[in-house]
């Protein structure tokens, strides 16, 4: 500020000659400087709404886990106790109605992907650079949504109840950890339709050697 008045002060008698382009420029100068700091403001303001999006979606997240255990946790006991006192034929036909809706749920899920496989195709047969990028960040895009749902179907719908008939027909058929076909962790995380075959195959061939 002190060397914009020492400025004016050497440059007044310019100034007086022109008082009209100086008042002019210095509105220029202030409505600038204002666009400036307005500008700065903004961009302070969508990086804090930024980082507040990313907290909110990450303790929603964490909510949905938090369920999601407490109702497995739930689940688990009351399906516990259920399978240890039910007879020979009964968790047989338990076992296969499992194996069977898991099948089912790997083939609706395959289906899901294939559908966007089409996508890819589009992206390789696209002759246009721009048109190609936008078909693959779709087909990555919809990958990636597809096998969360898929992840979150089967800890939903399927992970407790997988893990409670291994380890009764385990017990049952008096077989050891180290013994088993099937990875204790696939039950726990089977990260493609590999792993959902195994673990329908195991619960399977357990339950058929009962």
């Known amino acids: 500020m002190d ?3 020492e400025y004016i002060m050497k440059e007044w008698e310019i100034i007086k000659t022109a008082p009209g382009t100086f008042i002019m420029l210095l509105v220029l ?3 600038g400087a204002f666009v400036i ?14 980082k507040y999006s990313l907290i909110e979606e990450r303790l929603k997240f964490a909510s949905e886990k938090l369920e999601e255990c407490r109702a497995y ?4 006991r009351e399906n516990l106790e259920e399978l240890m006192e039910i007879e020979k034929d009964d968790l047989q036909a338990r076992a296969f109605d499992f194996v069977t809706a898991l099948r089912k749920f790997t083939e609706k899920h395959k289906a899901i992907d294939d559908k966007s496989q089409e996508i890819w195709s589009l992206a390789t ?9 936008m078909l ?11 096998t969360t749902l898929r992840n979150s179907d089967y800890n939903r719908n399927f992970k407790a109840d997988a893990i409670l008939l291994r380890d009764e027909l385990r017990t049952r058929l008096k077989i050891k950890l180290e013994e088993a076909n099937v ?3 696939i039950y726990e995380s089977p990260t493609n339709y590999f792993g959902f075959d195994d673990i329908a195959t195991d619960l399977e061939t357990m339950a058929k050697n009962l």
Do not use: P, V
């Open 136 to 146: 693959f960040n779709k087909f990555n895009n919809e990958l990636m949504r597809n």
């Open 3 to 5: 060397k914009l008045l």
């Open 125 to 133: 047969c696209s002759s246009n650079e721009q048109d190609r990028k």
């Open 29 to 31: 100068a202030f409505i």
């Open 183 to 185: 990875k204790t962790f």
């Open 37 to 50: 700091i307005k500008w700065g403001y903004e961009s302070r303001l969508k990086n804090e709404e930024s």
């Open 73 to 76: 946790s739930s689940k688990h």
